[in-house]
């Protein structure tokens, strides 16, 4: 398949941990990022990982890739309310010019 | 100016409008990008130029026309559009072909189709 999955929603409560999960079908990927979006904004780029490694850690955000399942996933430490937004997954394929394959976004919900 | 501007950011039009949507970019970049961004669903990569030539056209319908006059600036020409053409138009640069800094986003256009 084409596809980059992601849940729609998911919802933690101010302070405990955010994990957004993301599937991806393509082994010749390359890079694998995570964009956030708030309500109004374009995307910004958050962070990154290179298909070589198994994780990324950056302040609150660590990045786990399990290339063998094909799973990609966004730790955010400390949820903060300032991190309601919907997060997106993107991958890089070998072949795709250099184009991204999007995910559909999880937004992420802050209960106080 | 910094980052990536769009202009409009609402649009309102009518089935028999002709309309335009303007991105220009300051960051120096030599690769555009046109995407849609409909809720719930993945974005839809629609135009991409690379150093002011067209690279991809994804099966997207001839009511839309994209012109890139040079590196900095884009342009989407809308004419005769449908209610489901309603949605988020995003335009987005990169610096090819770099691939770890990504593709920088304007804030997009909401166009509503009446």
């Known amino acids: 398949g084409e596809d980059v999955e992601q849940s729609l929603f998911l919802s933690v409560r101010e302070g405990d941990s955010s994990v957004i999960n993301c599937t991806y079908t393509?082994?010749?990927?390359?890079?694998l990022y995570w964009y956030k979006q708030e309500p109004g904004a374009g995307l910004q780029l958050l962070t990154y990982?290179?298909?070589n490694m198994d994780m990324k850690q950056d302040q609150r955000l660590t990045v786990l890739l399990n290339k063998k399942d094909k799973h990609l996933s966004l730790r955010i430490a400390d949820t903060q309310t300032g991190d309601s937004a919907i997060y997106f997954c993107a991958e890089s394929r070998g072949d795709s010019n250099y184009q991204l394959i999007w995910g559909a976004g999880t937004k992420l919900i802050i209960k106080p | 100016e910094t980052g990536v501007t769009q202009t409009p950011r609402h649009l309102v039009m009518g089935m028999t409008n002709k309309k335009s949507l303007k991105c220009e970019q300051h960051l120096g970049h030599n690769a555009m990008y046109w995407y849609k961004q409909s809720a719930k669903k993945p974005l839809e990569l629609m135009f991409v130029?690379?150093?002011?030539?067209?690279?991809e056209n994804n099966s997207v319908p001839s009511r839309f026309s994209p012109e890139c006059p040079n590196s900095s600036h884009l342009f989407l020409h809308l004419h005769t559009l449908q209610p489901e053409d309603s949605a988020l138009y995003l335009c987005?640069?990169?610096?090819?072909?770099?691939?770890?800094?990504?593709?920088?986003f304007g804030p997009g256009t909401r166009l509503t189709v009446t």
């Open positions: 393509d082994s010749s990927s390359t890079y």
């Open positions: 990982i290179f298909s």
């Open positions: 130029y690379n150093f002011k030539e067209q690279t």
């Open positions: 987005a640069s990169s610096q090819f072909p770099d691939r770890v800094a990504g593709q920088y």
